[in-house]
C-alpha cells in the first residue's frame, strides 16, 4: 500500500478520533506529500478516506486507489435487518457489531452498514470531489459484501469489477490486493501516462 514516489510514512498503527468517539486503527501506510497518489485496501480505505474528508487532506491528494473498500459499510441496508432481528430477541445492536470482530478486529464493526461511524463518514457523499478514485472489488470478495459496496458510482471515479471480460479471476478479499492483474490496474491509475497491459489470467483465491 503505497503511492508511486515521494518519502513513505510507515504507521503500524493508526488511531483517528472521529467526533471523540469512533475509532479507526488499522495498520496503514500513508504518503502525506500533496499531490502524491494512495493505494489502500480493506480498512485502510477508510483511514485514508478520513484523512481527506475529515482531517484536512482534501486538496493533497489527487488520487486514490481503493482495494475492497466497504464505502457503503459491509452487508449495507442488511444490517438493519440482523440488528432488528437480535433486538426482538434482546440483543442490543452495539453487541451485535462487536461480535463481526470476533476479538481479532476491533474497527470492523465500524465498518458495518448503518454504524454512527460510516454514517457520519458519508454523509456529505462517499467520495471527495477533489480526489479521482480507482475502485477494484470482486465478485468473490468475502468481507466487502454485496461487491458493489466496493464499487459505488460517482463522477470522479472508475470502477473495476474483477470479473468483466475475465472469468478466470477467482479473486476473493486476499487475493485482489495481491495479484498481477490488480496491480497492472491499480498502477495504471496512478501513473496513467504509461499504461501497462492489463492481463485476464488465472488468479487462485487466497494467493493471488
Given at each position: 500500500?503505497?503511492?508511486?514516489?515521494?518519502?513513505?510514512?510507515?504507521?503500524?498503527?493508526?488511531?483517528?478520533?472521529?467526533?471523540?468517539?469512533?475509532?479507526?486503527?488499522?495498520?496503514?501506510?500513508?504518503?502525506?506529500?500533496?499531490?502524491?497518489?494512495?493505494?489502500?485496501?480493506?480498512?485502510?480505505?477508510?483511514?485514508?478516506?478520513?484523512?481527506?474528508?475529515?482531517?484536512?487532506?482534501?486538496?493533497?491528494?489527487?488520487?486514490?486507489?481503493?482495494?475492497?473498500?466497504?464505502?457503503?459499510?459491509?452487508?449495507?441496508?442488511?444490517?438493519?435487518?440482523?440488528?432488528?432481528?437480535?433486538?426482538?430477541?434482546?440483543?442490543?445492536?452495539?453487541?451485535?457489531?462487536?461480535?463481526?470482530?470476533?476479538?481479532?478486529?476491533?474497527?470492523?464493526?465500524?465498518?458495518?452498514?448503518?454504524?454512527?461511524?460510516?454514517?457520519?463518514?458519508?454523509?456529505d457523499g462517499v467520495y471527495d470531489p477533489t480526489v479521482a478514485y480507482t475502485n477494484l472489488d470482486?465478485?468473490?470478495?468475502?468481507?466487502?459484501?454485496?461487491?458493489t459496496i466496493g464499487l459505488v458510482p460517482g463522477p470522479n471515479v472508475a470502477n473495476f469489477f474483477?470479473?468483466?471480460?475475465?472469468?478466470?479471476?477467482?479473486?476473493?478479499?486476499?487475493?485482489?490486493?495481491?495479484?498481477?492483474?490488480?496491480?497492472?490496474?491499480?498502477?495504471?491509475?496512478?501513473?496513467?501516462?504509461?499504461?501497462?497491459?492489463?492481463?485476464?489470467?488465472?488468479?487462485?483465491?487466497?494467493?493471488g
Amino acid at each position: 500500500m503505497r503511492g508511486t514516489s515521494g518519502s513513505l510514512l510507515i504507521l503500524a498503527m493508526l488511531g483517528i478520533a472521529a467526533s471523540g468517539a469512533a475509532r479507526a486503527e488499522y495498520p496503514v501506510s500513508f504518503n502525506f506529500f500533496a499531490g502524491i497518489p494512495y493505494e489502500l485496501a480493506d480498512p485502510g480505505n477508510i483511514v485514508g478516506q478520513y484523512f481527506i474528508k475529515r482531517l484536512g487532506g482534501s486538496g493533497q491528494v489527487d488520487k486514490f486507489v481503493a482495494i475492497a473498500a466497504p464505502w457503503l459499510g459491509t452487508y449495507g441496508d442488511n444490517m438493519a435487518m440482523v440488528r432488528a432481528f437480535a433486538a426482538r430477541l434482546g440483543i442490543d445492536a452495539a453487541t451485535v457489531d462487536a461480535a463481526v470482530s470476533m476479538g481479532v478486529c476491533p474497527a470492523c464493526s465500524e465498518m458495518l452498514g448503518g454504524d454512527p461511524f460510516m454514517t457520519a463518514l458519508n454523509a456529505d457523499g462517499v467520495y471527495d470531489p477533489t480526489v479521482a478514485y480507482t475502485n477494484l472489488d470482486t465478485r468473490y470478495d468475502e468481507l466487502i459484501v454485496p461487491y458493489t459496496i466496493g464499487l459505488v458510482p460517482g463522477p470522479n471515479v472508475a470502477n473495476f469489477f474483477m470479473q468483466d471480460g475475465c472469468p478466470i479471476d477467482y479473486s476473493d478479499h486476499l487475493a485482489i490486493a495481491g495479484s498481477h492483474r490488480g496491480a497492472m490496474i491499480a498502477l495504471n491509475a496512478l501513473d496513467p501516462e504509461h499504461p501497462r497491459p492489463v492481463p485476464c489470467e488465472f488468479v487462485p483465491p487466497l494467493t493471488g
